[in-house]
């Protein structure tokens, strides 16, 4: 598959724009300095108009592509909570905040290149085929040309691609995987890798190898299209940093996911 | 002036998809009979992404041409309360909304045609000219050939020229006009015309003439490329019916306001 | 259980105030005329401080006792969609919802009597102890004197007597019940009871046997305190009425909860 | 006037509990140590059901006396935008915040002592006799020993006294004054107090002298019941503590609103 052919090149994303109205989340600018692409927050889950406008701006102003990161219509629980909706109002959902974001990136004369669903769209497509075949029928009624950014080997991805939409597969900078190729519940002691030395060996051997190593050591074959990273807590940017210089020491590229050799055109 | 030119044709628009969740509000299915133009509301003071969807789709079945009709955000007091914004603030709320709309129009292969804010973005816009000006700028950084459905002879038709954006200039069907050009106001008893017969004859003055008649008889020169009419209440939508049958009845051509003459490419 | 011994007496109940904002839903001035208690929405699914003013001085004109439904917080999908709470946020969603309605209702020198989750959260806490207790240990530490009103033989009731919270149990004057003593699914075709003679034969013969007769049926005894009657649809209130003459023709007092035996002081 | 006699006594206050759903705002858990009574949102400009469970739970753990801060209902604007209410509405809207916040207290065994109107409808309503009036009439019906704590010399304080309430009189440690004894503009370099020492002086003159000193040094006579300090940015917490140590330096106490000797049964 095409998009396999990225030897040498890697992006680096993360969640951005989660503040809303008066209230600050995350340390955007620092993160912005990091990532390669950014998801930002279209309104549902969290974000404004305003927050969006801002984001926007600091993405252009940082060479960083920009992807809809769009969610459940619940600000309270922040998109983390399951609601039921059927396949045509997911498709609604998914099509009104792309749009929406779009137009606030056409005020900064960007674009919106990649999508990703937001906690429990996320994970709950990550599963579902229906799902995610909604949310990339949506997206690509809307622009063909947006890559979906799917959590690797999942349902996410294989739609994108029976739907006719470019994915990317993501793997996280860290978490750490069970056998059977998806996250460490976060309740378990090792879900987390907050050492960063650990975290650079960690996303290094998944980019070389091309594969995802489970907490006992199994390898799961994988496209590793992107990391992701996180600016919340602690130890967050400063791992995230250290990812970004020990990629970049070992001479691979750290681009937008739109500079990756199998998306350009 | 390029849009004067609509000789033996006019438009009727109203505004549409107004329900929000499980309240149904106005006769859409019977108004969009009627009308050539729809203003889709974009779920800040009203609507949802699935109202939107079902409100796209009966457009494109009836020929109607779709416009953003944005508003405050401010659902319960659909968007009829002032509300003070930054003018980067209302760039942002116009730019998110149309987008939006945009999506969901993609989705069944439509655009959106032409905007016009909602209640009391669009009165405050009609008397400001920074108002108007940064909807119209909003407008053209996403789609330059969005027509701009201005309330006639207010600062909205201006601020679209300005900004180099078209602009369609509006009358309304079933209301009268004060000596200064203004609707009268709805506490007035005369402000409402819920007579059939006088409002199309009120109308087809308006259009033979290209001018508003103020209720003490003064003519006021007014572009008039489109006629507003409701569906709520109990005579709307037979008043409005019979505007448009008393149009067609004198030669006059109702068609969508993007096949205007002056519209047309 | 003291709770049962009302003969010749019976509630009537129905959701009312569920408007929000400029969208009116219901028939609430001519079911205030039937029912003797309203269960109130309280701003979460459907309503808003000024739909409870009005609708809490209606029921004070109409005699009608006062009861708090409260919902999740969801206006888009009215309270119908299920929603993940921990036990603590069920317990603050409930406190914050009845609390409001009770302020609203002491501005017009009235006092709310009882209590009824709507809508998803209904259903969910009829199959879980854990919430129906949460909903009435909330309850029992505003007021020890508000009565739960229970779909009957469900959790809801046995949840309210545990805690030391009077229950009433409520059926439903136009729904059908499984041999399990649930209501038949709306998907089937016998779920609804439409003929107003018909709902009153079911309901007097609930009333005077204390039972629940299923569509095979079977016979399920069980308290009935209350009828559940709604004022939506095309028949909704003329089976509604027929039913509370019917019980009245049988010499049955209709009475608000707080008026039945088991409940006065 | 009776309120008058607080000689010795002072009480300090804080907005507290402005998180909302995942966003947290402010340093509760210091204020906290500081204040005697907390103004606690209610979920209309910031806050929610959770966030009001915990922040009374703080309270009574700091044996803090809990307030009701109602807003407008404007979460994205944080209740700092002017809205259109009448009368009626603003007292429906008092109630239902008021209310939750009681039945949430109540959980927890505890109960709202006093009120103060948030952000823009505190600015408004200190100017308005008639929206004073509404707040403080429909908080009497609701409980007539609640205490309006009015920004001195306003409206709210007269109103809550003419509806027959108890008011208490607050000045700002952190503020200036102009000649009219109103608040310095934000926008003028020396409306801020951020010198700790300066801060403590300022206060110590005002409760002492029972006035308020413009900047220009103007004495204007004011009861001097509450002192209102502030827990964000980055020197409010520490000028917080100076304010109360240097109170109590002086050998006032600092005490509850509730335990002020003009408010005590």
Same mark, same amino acid.
């Given at each position: 598959m095409a998009q396999g052919t990225n030897a040498g090149h890697v992006n680096i994303n993360s969640d951005l724009g989660e503040s809303f109205g008066p209230w600050v989340m995350g340390n955007d600018a620092d993160v912005l300095k990091i990532v390669r692409s950014a998801n930002v927050a279209c309104g549902f889950h969290a974000s404004d108009p305003m927050v969006m406008m801002d984001t926007v701006k600091l993405c252009v102003q940082n060479g960083v592509s920009i992807g809809a990161h769009p969610g459940f219509p619940d600000l309270q629980g922040f998109g983390r909570r399951a609601m039921n909706m059927t396949i045509k109002e997911l498709e609604a959902c998914i099509a009104y905040q792309l749009g929406a974001l779009q137009a606030i990136a056409a005020l900064h004369g960007?674009?919106?290149t990649h999508i990703k669903p937001h906690g429990m769209m996320g994970n709950m497509s990550a599963e579902s085929a229906d799902m995610s075949e909604a949310i990339a029928r949506a997206t690509k009624s809307i622009d063909r040309d947006i890559i979906f950014l799917a959590q690797?080997? *999942?349902?996410q991805g294989k739609a994108a691609r029976k739907v006719g939409l470019r994915a990317a597969e993501e793997v996280f900078a860290d978490r750490t995987y069970t056998d059977t190729g998806f996250? *460490?519940?976060?309740?378990? *002691?090792?879900?987390?890798?907050?050492?960063a030395a650990k975290a650079v060996a960690h996303v290094r051997r998944m980019v070389d190898e091309q594969a995802i190593y489970s907490t006992s050591g199994k390898r799961i074959p994988c496209q590793v299209d992107s990391i992701c990273v996180h @600016?919340? @807590?602690? *130890?967050a940017v400063s791992v995230s940093k250290a990812v970004r210089d020990g990629l970049e020491a070992a001479g691979i590229r750290v681009v937008p996911l739109t500079e990756l050799p199998s998306f350009k055109h």
């Open positions: 960007a674009k919106v690797a080997n *999942t349902e996250l *460490t519940p976060r309740k378990e *002691t090792n879900s987390m890798i907050k050492d @600016g919340d @807590g602690p *130890t």
